[in-house]
């Protein structure tokens, strides 16, 4: 099968056939008619994973999210048959080997749940990661009707998803993205958007919220000390999939808080693919890209200024 992988320890990712998978105990082949590109997809294909220790076996196929059609399931796979149409995830588990940027992928069964009729197969796959990752940072700070809550890094493709369910639960949502993003984030339900490129986040919140918002979710940055906590009141939450001080940072600012790390299982992905397909969450597809362009859709991510998912689709 083709698919983007890395052949062995150390070497480039490179675009050529290697062997189909087998499904094994507990998965499912999918024969892939789209893949959604994350930010995790980097840092595979750049070997960080072998660097934090986890184990890989080569080839390692990049790429996480798929949405397909079953093509053979494992033993004890009973929710799904061949043929279905569904969508999954790879999960990010020991040995790093399997992934969704490829004819053909195996995914967890845990993973995969059928794709509601109404729901076309790139938008299926731009939901697994980013969608568990924008329910989960919301768990996390469990936001009441009326509160109000700052989304860093709203303008991506966690944060597209963040601010719908956000305002879905009667949250005012402020929103961190550029001019360019002012008016998809208001559609997607921000009241107010802020122009992370025109100062400081904090301060530009503060000064539109002297008193701070009830609750930070952070899905910008990898440096914990550049998360805008200070935009949070005493007293308010600290959440999400990308950087958050430590508990002893957030203590001494009065707040309360944890990191999250997304798992986008069936029972968590299955239900957002519903609220999809009838039109209660928007999929928010920036661009749809060939396998032979997976590449280059993997350097915007990294470069910035997507806005939004970035999808593969797979030729029949
Ligand atoms: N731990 C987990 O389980 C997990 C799961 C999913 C995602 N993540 C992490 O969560 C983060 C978000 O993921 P994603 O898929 O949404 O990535 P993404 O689509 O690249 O979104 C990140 C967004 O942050 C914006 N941004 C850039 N500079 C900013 C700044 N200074 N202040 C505020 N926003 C800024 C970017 O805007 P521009 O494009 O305009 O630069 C982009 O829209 C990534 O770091 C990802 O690795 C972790």
Redesign the pocket.
């Known amino acids: 099968m083709r698919a983007l992988h890395v052949p062995a320890a150390g070497e480039q990712p490179q675009i050529s056939d290697i062997p189909t998978p087998e499904p094994t105990e507990g998965t499912v082949l999918v024969r892939v008619k789209a893949a959604g590109l ?3 997809d980097n840092a595979v294909a750049a070997g960080f994973l072998t660097q934090m220790g986890l184990p890989h076996e080569y080839p390692v196929v990049i790429g996480r999210d798929a949405a397909g059609v079953v093509e053979a399931v494992g033993a004890g796979v009973d929710h799904v048959a061949v043929g279905d149409e569904v969508l999954g995830h790879v999960l990010l588990a020991p040995p790093i080997s399997a992934g969704t940027l490829a004819e053909y992928a195996l995914l967890p069964a845990v993973t995969v749940t059928p794709k509601p009729a109404g729901l076309d197969f790139t938008k299926a796959a731009a939901i697994p ?2 969608g568990a ?1 924008a329910v989960q940072s919301i768990d996390a700070i469990d936001p009441q009707p009326g509160q109000t809550v700052l989304v ?2 709203a ?5 597209s998803f963040a601010v719908q369910l956000l305002a879905a639960r009667g949250v005012t949502v402020v929103a ?1 993205g ?1 001019a360019a993003d002012n008016e998809r984030l208001t559609a997607l339900g921000a009241s107010r958007v802020i122009d ?1 490129t025109a100062g400081p ?1 904090a301060e530009q919140v503060r000064a539109a919220y002297p008193d701070g918002v009830d609750a930070l979710v952070s ?3 990898m440096d914990p000390s550049g998360t805008p906590i200070a935009a949070v009141r005493a007293g308010g939450k600290v959440a999400g ?2 950087a958050v001080p430590d508990e002893a940072t957030l203590a001494a600012a009065g707040l309360t808080g944890t990191s ?3 798992t986008p299982l069936r029972e968590v992905v299955g239900p957002l693919a519903e609220r999809a397909a009838a039109g209660e969450l928007r999929v928010s597809v920036a661009g749809v890209l060939p396998l032979e362009q997976a590449p280059e859709g993997l350097g915007r ?1 990294a470069t ?4 939004g998912k970035l999808v593969v689709t797979l030729q029949d």
């Open positions: 994350n930010p995790i990661l980013a990752a860093n890094g303008s991506g493709g966690v944060g961190t550029t992370h986040v899905l910008h940055g999939v990308a999250v790390m997304a991510l910035g200024g997507a806005g």
